[in-house]
């Protein structure tokens, strides 16, 4: 079994910054593919940004390319997403996932493993 974890959400102004974090835990070394998704009050779950096991293959919503940096360390089981220039659209819950299959999919369905979520709120 997989735990994910997440941590680094809060409350913070608009144009500022904050790095999510979201530690994997359990059969952690099958997990290939890492992703953010967010969920707004009274909106569907949307794709974030999505990372290959390398690093190597990145990919981003367009409503957060150019903001957004998605990275992992696997030495520590850990994916990260840094987000700038934060806007009171981002806030939402945002979620980790994990894909035990290696092709990046941006669809949350092709995500095996979710974390509990961490509430991220954008202030104007």
């Known amino acids: 079994q997989v735990q994910l974890v997440e941590s680094g959400g809060g409350l913070v102004q608009a144009g500022g910054s904050l790095r999510l974090s979201c530690a994997a835990s359990?059969?952690?070394?099958?997990?290939?593919?890492m992703g953010w998704f967010r969920q707004a009050p009274g909106k569907e779950r949307e794709f974030v940004a999505a990372?290959?096991?390398?690093?190597?293959?990145?990919y981003y919503a367009d409503s957060v390319k150019g903001r957004g940096t998605i990275s992992r360390d696997n030495a520590k089981n850990t994916v990260y997403l840094q987000m700038n220039s934060l806007k009171p659209e981002d806030t939402a819950v945002y979620y980790c996932?994990?894909?035990?299959?290696?092709?990046?999919?941006?669809?949350?369905?092709?995500?095996?493993?979710w974390g509990q979520g961490t509430q991220v709120t954008v202030s104007s």
């Open positions: 996932a994990a894909r035990t299959a290696a092709t990046v999919v941006l669809q949350g369905s092709g995500y095996n493993y």
């Open positions: 359990g059969r952690s070394s099958s997990l290939q593919v």
């Open positions: 990372i290959s096991w390398s690093g190597l293959t990145t």
